[in-house]
């Protein structure tokens, strides 16, 4: 199941432009409340940072799944990371490419989760 699921979203992914040219999948629309995620600060955008932590963690959960099927990066997380210290390591891969702002927020989530564990 979790194979299928993962066929799915990349599937969507690939099917999605890679340039979201203003729109609500940007990286440049979720960061500021993933930043807030990572840094505590939850009254802010409270639905925008759920909307991000979900999409981080439903990525991480099949991320190991990808490159075999698809070739896309996969990344293996170690089993006690926490969803605050993937939300950081995705804030921080952006802050380091603000050149990508305008690209999909979930292909730069799945580069991010790579650089930072990628599968051995």
């Known amino acids: 199941m979790k194979t299928i699921f ?3 979203a990349t599937l969507v992914l690939i099917a999605s432009p890679a340039v979201a ?3 609500d999948h940007s990286a440049n629309y979720y960061l500021p409340a993933c ?3 990572a840094n505590k600060q939850y009254a802010k955008e409270p639905f925008l940072q759920g909307e991000c932590v979900g999409i981080i963690e439903g990525l991480a959960v099949m991320a190991s799944d990808l490159a075999p099927v698809f070739l896309v ?3 293996c997380m170690p089993d006690d990371v926490s969803l605050g210290q993937m939300t950081t390591v995705v804030v921080r891969w ?3 490419h603000p050149e990508r702002w305008h690209e999909d927020f979930r292909a730069l989530t799945l580069l ?3 650089d930072a564990w990628p599968c051995k």
């Open 21 to 23: 040219d203003s729109s």
């Open 73 to 75: 990066s996969s990344s």
């Open 6 to 8: 993962g066929a799915f």
């Open 112 to 114: 991010a989760l790579h």
């Open 94 to 96: 952006l802050d380091q």
């Open 35 to 37: 930043r807030d995620f």
